[in-house]
């Protein structure tokens, strides 16, 4: 018989915000207090009265024989593979369809869209440490996801009578792998990355990536002066950011591990970048802009606070 425990009684996930629709709906995750697979996606009435729940369990179809590889039988112990004959698409850690964790380890909160849909960044895992960003109806049918690197609150744009979605995808445990005991020779560790900002159109199709190559670790000396190691990170850097900023030129504005405040054109590429200082396993937090143009940001511990086009 499976392992049984007690599931506990559903709550907010701990680092998520509500969200508010422009007609008052007010939405939010909830999960089983001792259980982050089993969550929902909550809509609740301007007067705090339920409107509707949307489960995130089982709805993604892209595991074994997608994200993941499924062993050959000519080498079943193939490392980081789902076994022989598994069923193609399933989680191989549930042998089912893939389901949105709400983890209160991240801080990834829901995202009304201009359309009046909505969008939660999950975490899976066993697509390589990552999650997906779900999309749902108004109404809470299920829409769609994106496989991507999670923990992260999309910024979004409205343009051409549509709307574009920028997110941080970065890749940990490159390739997809879905199990963390090292010390198991059929789980062998791999490198992260590659680090991307992403941005997706209104279907969650990519319109571009804008990867981050910088391999040195630098640091602001006490005169002002910046002194670089080169190749520290042989795959760039992290980003370290909740939510990305973008402003009313279509100027997206994000942190990275490497101590950068990045601006990219509406095009993705890069437009200017602004060094902070070195912020290796800071904080995901998100940056504003405020009613004057000015960007603010954190990195490791310390607030900054940069022109509209990320100067100084």
């Known amino acids: 018989m499976p392992l049984q425990f007690a599931c506990g009684s559903q709550r907010p996930g701990v680092n998520v915000a509500p ?53 050959p039988a000519a080498d079943p112990n193939q490392p980081n593979s789902c076994r022989v004959g598994t069923t193609p698409g399933v989680d191989p850690t549930t042998n089912a369809p893939g389901s949105g964790h709400v983890s209160d380890q991240g801080s990834s909160t829901p995202t009304v869209l201009p359309d009046g849909a909505v969008l939660y960044g999950a975490y899976t895992g066993y697509n390589g440490a ?5 999309k749902f109806g108004s109404k809470g049918d299920y829409l769609g996801a994106f496989d991507f690197g999670w923990d992260s609150t999309p ?15 970065n890749h940990y445990f490159e390739p997809t792998v879905y199990c ?38 630098c640091q602001r000396n006490p005169d002002g002066s910046i002194t670089c190691i080169p190749g520290t990170h042989p795959n760039g850097f992290e980003w370290c950011v909740n939510a990305p900023a973008i402003d009313g030129d279509g100027f997206t504005y994000v942190n990275s591990e490497d101590g950068n405040l990045y601006v990219l054109n509406r095009n993705g590429t890069l437009r200017h970048k602004l060094f902070t200082n070195l912020a290796i396993g800071a904080a995901y937090t998100p940056l504003s802009i405020g009613p004057d143009g000015r960007i603010y940001t954190q990195n490791d511990g310390h607030l900054f606070v940069a022109g509209s086009q990320g100067d100084e």
Request: charge should be negative; include cysteine; charged fraction near 15%.
């Open 19 to 71: 969200a508010i629709a422009p007609d008052g709906t007010i939405y939010t995750l909830s999960r089983d207090h001792f259980n982050e697979w089993l969550g929902y996606l909550v809509a609740v009435n301007p007067d705090l009265t339920p409107k509707w729940q949307a489960s995130l369990q089982n709805r993604f179809n892209d595991g074994c024989g997608v994200l993941i590889p499924i062993a």
């Open 130 to 134: 990552r999650g997906h960003m779900m």
């Open 155 to 169: 910024a979004v744009i409205p343009h051409d009578d549509t709307y574009s979605i920028v997110i941080k995808d």
């Open 180 to 217: 963390y005991d090292f010390k198991n020779p059929l789980c062998t560790p791999v490198s992260n990355g590659p680090y991307y900002i992403t941005r997706l159109n209104a279907n969650l199709q990519p319109e571009w990536k804008y990867q981050n190559t910088n391999t040195d670790s």
